[in-house]
Protein backbone atom coordinates (compact mmCIF):
# COMPACT_ATOMS: atom_id res chain seq x y z
CA UNK A 1 0.00 0.00 0.00
CA UNK A 2 1.27 3.32 -0.23
CA UNK A 3 2.35 5.88 1.86
CA UNK A 4 0.30 8.54 0.47
CA UNK A 5 -2.64 9.45 -1.62
CA UNK A 6 -4.04 12.11 -3.59
CA UNK A 7 -7.79 11.14 -5.26
CA UNK A 8 -9.38 13.57 -7.19
CA UNK A 9 -7.70 16.47 -5.77
CA UNK A 10 -9.52 20.26 -6.44
CA UNK A 11 -8.51 23.70 -5.26
CA UNK A 12 -9.88 26.86 -6.68
CA UNK A 13 -8.74 30.30 -6.04
CA UNK A 14 -12.11 32.36 -7.25
CA UNK A 15 -12.06 31.81 -11.01
CA UNK A 16 -8.98 30.22 -10.89
CA UNK A 17 -8.83 26.13 -11.30
CA UNK A 18 -5.55 26.24 -9.70
CA UNK A 19 -5.56 21.67 -8.91
CA UNK A 20 -7.57 20.42 -11.53
CA UNK A 21 -8.18 16.80 -10.65
CA UNK A 22 -5.03 15.53 -9.35
CA UNK A 23 -4.38 11.72 -8.16
CA UNK A 24 -0.75 10.93 -7.06
CA UNK A 25 0.15 8.13 -4.80
CA UNK A 26 3.34 8.00 -3.02
CA UNK A 27 5.21 4.91 -1.77
CA UNK A 28 7.31 4.72 1.45
CA UNK A 29 10.77 5.80 0.92
CA UNK A 30 10.03 7.47 -2.83
CA UNK A 31 11.66 10.88 -3.70
CA UNK A 32 9.48 12.66 -6.08
CA UNK A 33 10.64 16.02 -8.04
CA UNK A 34 7.76 18.12 -9.18
CA UNK A 35 8.46 20.00 -11.95
CA UNK A 36 6.23 22.91 -13.80
CA UNK A 37 5.87 26.78 -14.80
CA UNK A 38 5.23 29.56 -12.55
CA UNK A 39 1.71 29.11 -11.63
CA UNK A 40 1.03 25.80 -12.61
CA UNK A 41 -0.34 25.16 -9.21
CA UNK A 42 3.01 23.12 -7.45
CA UNK A 43 3.13 24.55 -4.23
CA UNK A 44 -0.61 24.56 -3.76
CA UNK A 45 -0.85 21.02 -4.23
CA UNK A 46 1.95 20.67 -1.46
CA UNK A 47 0.14 22.94 0.71
CA UNK A 48 -3.34 21.03 0.21
CA UNK A 49 -1.24 17.87 1.24
CA UNK A 50 -0.91 19.12 4.66
CA UNK A 51 -4.01 21.25 4.57
CA UNK A 52 -2.02 25.02 4.76
CA UNK A 53 -4.61 25.57 1.82
CA UNK A 54 -7.69 23.68 1.97
CA UNK A 55 -8.91 21.90 -0.97
CA UNK A 56 -12.98 21.88 -2.05
CA UNK A 57 -12.58 18.28 -3.27
CA UNK A 58 -10.69 15.26 -3.21
CA UNK A 59 -9.02 13.12 -0.50
CA UNK A 60 -5.40 13.00 1.30
CA UNK A 61 -4.10 9.99 3.12
CA UNK A 62 -1.24 9.72 4.57
CA UNK A 63 0.15 6.62 6.72
CA UNK A 64 -3.63 5.58 6.91
CA UNK A 65 -4.85 9.53 8.19
CA UNK A 66 -7.44 10.82 5.73
CA UNK A 67 -9.22 13.83 4.89
CA UNK A 68 -11.53 14.24 2.32
CA UNK A 69 -12.07 17.59 1.53
CA UNK A 70 -16.29 17.78 2.25
CA UNK A 71 -15.75 16.11 5.63
CA UNK A 72 -13.03 17.60 6.87
CA UNK A 73 -12.25 18.79 10.48
CA UNK A 74 -10.09 20.14 12.97
CA UNK A 75 -9.12 17.24 14.06
CA UNK A 76 -8.49 15.02 11.33
CA UNK A 77 -6.57 17.77 9.45
CA UNK A 78 -4.08 17.94 12.32
CA UNK A 79 -3.88 14.65 12.45
CA UNK A 80 -2.89 14.41 9.09
CA UNK A 81 -1.19 17.38 8.80
CA UNK A 82 1.68 15.61 11.92
CA UNK A 83 2.42 13.15 8.95
CA UNK A 84 3.98 15.77 7.08
CA UNK A 85 7.03 18.50 7.64
CA UNK A 86 7.26 21.42 5.13
CA UNK A 87 10.62 23.37 4.18
CA UNK A 88 9.97 26.73 3.07
CA UNK A 89 11.41 28.49 0.34
CA UNK A 90 12.13 31.67 2.32
CA UNK A 91 12.97 29.00 5.78
CA UNK A 92 10.66 30.81 7.56
CA UNK A 93 12.28 30.65 11.12
CA UNK A 94 11.44 32.11 14.23
CA UNK A 95 13.22 35.51 14.05
CA UNK A 96 13.41 35.68 17.68
CA UNK A 97 14.82 31.92 18.43
CA UNK A 98 18.33 30.95 17.86
CA UNK A 99 19.31 28.17 15.57
CA UNK A 100 18.84 25.62 18.41
CA UNK A 101 15.51 26.83 19.77
CA UNK A 102 13.85 26.87 16.22
CA UNK A 103 14.69 23.08 16.20
CA UNK A 104 14.07 22.44 19.68
CA UNK A 105 10.68 24.87 19.43
CA UNK A 106 9.32 21.95 17.25
CA UNK A 107 9.71 18.95 19.76
CA UNK A 108 8.83 21.08 22.35
CA UNK A 109 5.82 22.68 21.08
CA UNK A 110 4.98 19.60 18.13
CA UNK A 111 6.10 16.53 19.40
CA UNK A 112 5.39 17.66 23.32
CA UNK A 113 8.78 16.76 24.44
CA UNK A 114 10.15 18.09 27.49
CA UNK A 115 12.88 21.08 27.28
CA UNK A 116 15.98 18.75 28.36
CA UNK A 117 15.15 15.90 25.69
CA UNK A 118 14.10 18.14 23.07
CA UNK A 119 17.67 20.07 23.25
CA UNK A 120 19.37 16.65 23.64
CA UNK A 121 17.90 15.60 19.74
CA UNK A 122 18.03 19.27 18.92
CA UNK A 123 21.78 19.02 19.14
CA UNK A 124 22.02 15.95 17.10
CA UNK A 125 20.07 17.26 14.82
CA UNK A 126 22.45 20.34 14.21
CA UNK A 127 25.32 18.01 14.26
CA UNK A 128 23.73 16.22 10.95
CA UNK A 129 22.98 19.96 9.24
CA UNK A 130 26.62 20.50 9.90
CA UNK A 131 26.07 23.91 12.07
CA UNK A 132 26.60 22.53 15.84
CA UNK A 133 29.16 25.39 16.54
CA UNK A 134 26.29 27.81 15.28
CA UNK A 135 23.97 26.64 18.01
CA UNK A 136 22.98 30.43 20.04
CA UNK A 137 23.28 31.99 16.74
CA UNK A 138 19.99 34.44 15.45
CA UNK A 139 18.63 33.32 11.99
CA UNK A 140 19.81 37.13 10.98
CA UNK A 141 23.66 36.22 11.95
CA UNK A 142 23.31 33.13 9.51
CA UNK A 143 23.70 32.82 5.91
CA UNK A 144 20.65 31.62 3.61
CA UNK A 145 22.35 28.37 3.11
CA UNK A 146 22.35 27.94 6.99
CA UNK A 147 18.95 29.07 7.48
CA UNK A 148 17.74 26.48 5.31
CA UNK A 149 19.42 24.15 7.25
CA UNK A 150 17.85 25.10 10.19
CA UNK A 151 14.68 24.96 8.48
CA UNK A 152 15.60 21.38 7.45
CA UNK A 153 16.66 20.44 10.63
CA UNK A 154 13.17 21.77 12.21
CA UNK A 155 11.74 19.64 9.69
CA UNK A 156 13.72 16.59 10.69
CA UNK A 157 12.94 16.69 14.49
CA UNK A 158 9.40 16.58 13.53
CA UNK A 159 10.36 13.07 11.93
CA UNK A 160 7.03 12.97 9.89
CA UNK A 161 6.62 10.32 7.15
CA UNK A 162 6.75 12.57 4.39
CA UNK A 163 8.91 15.68 3.72
CA UNK A 164 7.67 18.26 1.84
CA UNK A 165 10.08 20.85 0.05
CA UNK A 166 8.92 23.62 -1.89
CA UNK A 167 11.61 25.07 -4.03
CA UNK A 168 14.11 25.22 -1.35
CA UNK A 169 17.03 26.34 -2.76
CA UNK A 170 15.65 29.24 -5.06
CA UNK A 171 16.10 31.67 -2.89
CA UNK A 172 19.69 31.11 -2.00
CA UNK A 173 22.96 32.59 -3.55
CA UNK A 174 24.16 29.92 -6.33
CA UNK A 175 27.09 29.52 -4.20
CA UNK A 176 25.45 27.89 -1.31
CA UNK A 177 22.62 25.97 -3.13
CA UNK A 178 24.52 22.52 -3.03
CA UNK A 179 24.94 22.99 0.74
CA UNK A 180 21.68 22.30 1.31
CA UNK A 181 21.12 19.32 -1.79
CA UNK A 182 23.64 17.84 -0.36
CA UNK A 183 21.54 17.76 3.28
CA UNK A 184 18.60 16.69 0.89
CA UNK A 185 20.70 13.83 -0.57
CA UNK A 186 22.00 12.88 3.33
CA UNK A 187 18.00 12.28 3.50
CA UNK A 188 17.39 10.60 0.57
CA UNK A 189 19.65 7.93 1.52
CA UNK A 190 17.98 7.56 4.63
CA UNK A 191 15.23 6.71 2.58
CA UNK A 192 12.76 9.74 4.08
CA UNK A 193 9.90 9.57 1.91
CA UNK A 194 10.12 13.29 0.23
CA UNK A 195 8.20 15.27 -2.58
CA UNK A 196 10.13 18.34 -3.49
CA UNK A 197 9.77 21.16 -5.60
CA UNK A 198 12.49 22.42 -7.49
CA UNK A 199 13.87 23.75 -10.89
CA UNK A 200 17.58 21.87 -9.78
CA UNK A 201 17.37 19.50 -12.96
CA UNK A 202 20.83 17.72 -12.33
CA UNK A 203 19.79 17.22 -8.71
CA UNK A 204 16.21 15.53 -9.73
CA UNK A 205 18.07 13.52 -12.07
CA UNK A 206 20.51 12.18 -9.56
CA UNK A 207 18.03 12.05 -6.59
CA UNK A 208 14.62 11.55 -7.51
CA UNK A 209 12.92 8.10 -8.30
CA UNK A 210 10.07 9.85 -10.12
CA UNK A 211 9.28 13.29 -11.84
CA UNK A 212 6.05 14.43 -11.95
CA UNK A 213 5.47 17.09 -15.07
CA UNK A 214 2.75 19.82 -13.74
CA UNK A 215 0.92 22.26 -15.88
CA UNK A 216 -2.36 23.99 -15.43
CA UNK A 217 -3.31 22.16 -12.28
CA UNK A 218 -3.04 18.95 -13.71
CA UNK A 219 -0.50 16.25 -13.66
CA UNK A 220 0.88 16.29 -17.70
CA UNK A 221 3.40 13.13 -17.52
CA UNK A 222 5.26 11.50 -14.64
CA UNK A 223 8.19 8.94 -14.69
CA UNK A 224 11.85 7.96 -13.73
CA UNK A 225 14.29 11.00 -14.46
CA UNK A 226 15.44 8.84 -17.80
CA UNK A 227 12.00 8.85 -19.42
CA UNK A 228 11.30 12.19 -18.21
CA UNK A 229 13.64 14.16 -18.92
CA UNK A 230 15.45 12.75 -21.96
CA UNK A 231 11.99 11.47 -23.22
CA UNK A 232 9.11 13.25 -22.64
CA UNK A 233 6.33 12.36 -24.37
CA UNK A 234 3.77 15.67 -24.19
CA UNK A 235 4.86 18.91 -26.11
CA UNK A 236 4.24 20.86 -22.82
CA UNK A 237 7.19 18.88 -20.65
CA UNK A 238 9.32 19.43 -23.90
CA UNK A 239 8.87 22.68 -24.28
CA UNK A 240 9.44 23.31 -20.52
CA UNK A 241 12.52 21.45 -20.22
CA UNK A 242 13.77 23.58 -23.21
CA UNK A 243 13.40 26.64 -21.16
CA UNK A 244 15.42 25.15 -18.01
CA UNK A 245 18.16 22.26 -19.62
N1 LIG B 1 -3.53 32.45 -1.78
C1 LIG B 1 -3.84 32.60 -3.06
N2 LIG B 1 -4.85 33.40 -3.45
C2 LIG B 1 -5.18 33.53 -4.76
N3 LIG B 1 -4.54 32.91 -5.76
C3 LIG B 1 -3.52 32.10 -5.44
C4 LIG B 1 -3.11 31.91 -4.09
N4 LIG B 1 -2.06 31.05 -4.08
C5 LIG B 1 -1.84 30.73 -5.37
N5 LIG B 1 -2.70 31.35 -6.19
C6 LIG B 1 -2.77 31.22 -7.65
O1 LIG B 1 -2.77 29.84 -7.97
C7 LIG B 1 -2.01 29.57 -9.12
C8 LIG B 1 -0.99 28.51 -8.79
O2 LIG B 1 -0.08 29.04 -7.84
P1 LIG B 1 1.08 28.16 -7.21
O3 LIG B 1 1.75 29.04 -6.23
O4 LIG B 1 0.54 26.88 -6.74
O5 LIG B 1 1.99 27.91 -8.48
P2 LIG B 1 3.46 27.32 -8.58
O6 LIG B 1 3.42 26.23 -9.59
O7 LIG B 1 3.96 26.98 -7.22
O8 LIG B 1 4.29 28.55 -9.20
P3 LIG B 1 5.80 29.05 -8.91
O9 LIG B 1 6.70 28.17 -9.74
O10 LIG B 1 5.81 30.45 -9.40
O11 LIG B 1 6.06 28.93 -7.44
C9 LIG B 1 -1.45 30.90 -9.56
O12 LIG B 1 -2.27 31.40 -10.59
C10 LIG B 1 -1.52 31.76 -8.33
O13 LIG B 1 -1.68 33.10 -8.67
MG1 LIG C 1 5.47 27.70 -6.03
Known sequence: MALAEVTNLHKTFGNNVVLDGIDLQIDQGEIVVILGPS???KSTLLRCLNYLETPEQGTVTIAGHSVDARAANKKNIIALRRQTSFVFQNYALFKNKS???NITEA???VKGLPATQAEAIAMDILKSVGLEDRRDA???????????????????????ELMLFDEPTSALDPEKVHEVL???KQLALQKRTMIVV???IP?????????????GGKIIEQGTPTQLLDNPQDERTQAFLRQVL
Open 39 to 41: GSG
Open 99 to 101: ALG
Open 107 to 109: LTT
Open 138 to 160: WPSELSGGQQQRIGIGRAMALDA
Open 182 to 184: DLM
Open 198 to 200: THE
Open 203 to 215: FAREVADRIIFMD
